[in-house]
């Protein structure tokens, strides 16, 4: 006889899947600035941010539920060493909400856009205190754990245009101190092990994020051709011909979760390029590139969900 199949449940729901409306806002972030800078359709990035709100609010309240009903569940994938990272991932999901409500609503754009930040802030804290305490491991070193904590980068670019002048300053400034502090430690250990799991390998795109963030973040803050966002600009195109020629080899890995991490990365890779004043033939590939590759991922997750994958436990 063969086993019963488990029952579907919520106890099982992976915590990475709240990295979704990261992927699908960044995209949306992506066309709204092709729309400024390339006359794109405004419908397009509109209706994606739209569906990343809905998407957002969706993903969280499953979680919550689930922290509800299987609290123990909830803890234990928080104590994981990689999994914790996405802990932070609503956060930004909801920066990228305001981003999308503040030119409709400005102040809820602009409350929203506070609490994102203030929850951030928390997250990231709680994070580098278990560092601190001696309670971290060489598994963490992994590019997830740039969510929390250079994640505090997308703020700026999102804030400068809200109002926020000063309090972006100041969130770039943690930022790139964290930044600075990470990279390092993640390249010590692409150098000399141990090597990511090959599922994991795809996250290596997190790695374009804080440049090509960053280079958005400076430019709401000093303007387009301001000298230190050409710098993170240099930075950025470095990193993405790097991955690029990589692209073969992440190609070949299996659909898994952290293929989420190669969404938001390329999406910010393409605004950044709009952003900066690429010419347009430059500009189109990376912004429908990024949109391809996130509806692909999407798409992935979406058969994956309806075999029920994300309700039962992990083999």
């Known amino acids: 006889m063969t086993a ?19 992927g699908s806002g960044g995209v949306g972030l992506a066309w709204r600035a092709a729309h400024e800078h390339l006359g794109a359709p405004h419908v397009v990035g509109e209706a994606l941010l739209a569906f990343t709100a809905a998407l957002w609010c969706a993903v969280v309240a499953l979680q919550a539920l689930r922290v509800l009903r299987h609290p123990q569940a909830v803890l234990a994938e928080l104590r994981h060493p990689v999994r914790v990272a996405f802990a932070a991932a609503p956060t930004i999901g909801l920066m990228i909400v305001s981003a999308f409500l503040h030119p409709y609503a400005p102040a809820l754009g602009a409350a929203l856009w506070a609490v994102a930040v203030a929850l951030h802030l928390l997250v990231a804290m709680l994070l580098l205190r278990r560092i601190l305490a001696g309670r971290g ?16 980068i997308l703020a700026p670019a999102l804030g400068a245009r809200m109002g926020f002048v000063d309090l972006s300053w100041m969130m770039f400034g943690i930022g790139m101190f964290l930044w600075l502090a990470v990279q390092p430690l993640l390249l010590h250990r692409l150098v000399v092990g141990p090597p990511l799991p090959p599922p994991l390998r795809p996250s290596l795109v997190i790695l374009l994020a804080p440049p090509a963030v960053g280079a958005l973040a400076l430019i709401a803050l000093m303007g387009q051709g301001a000298a230190p966002a050409l710098a ?9 011909a790097v991955l690029l020629s ?6 070949r890995i299996p659909f898994a979760l952290p293929w989420w991490g190669v969404t938001f990365p390329s999406a910010a890779f393409a605004a950044m390029l709009c952003a900066a004043g690429f010419p347009a033939w430059l500009c189109w590939p990376a912004v429908l590139g990024a949109t391809a590759l996130t509806a692909w ?5 979406l058969l994956a969900a309806r075999a029920g994958a994300f309700f039962r436990p992990e083999h």
């Open 4 to 22: 019963a199949t488990p029952r579907p449940t919520l106890e099982h729901l992976p915590l990475p899947l709240l990295a979704m409306p990261m």
């Open 137 to 152: 491991e060489v598994a963490m070193l992994a590019p997830p754990l740039m969510i929390p904590l250079v994640g505090n």
């Open 232 to 240: 993170f600009i240099g930075l950025a195109l470095l990193v993405a």
């Open 246 to 251: 990589l692209a073969g080899e992440l190609a």
């Open 297 to 301: 991922v999407a798409g992935r997750t």
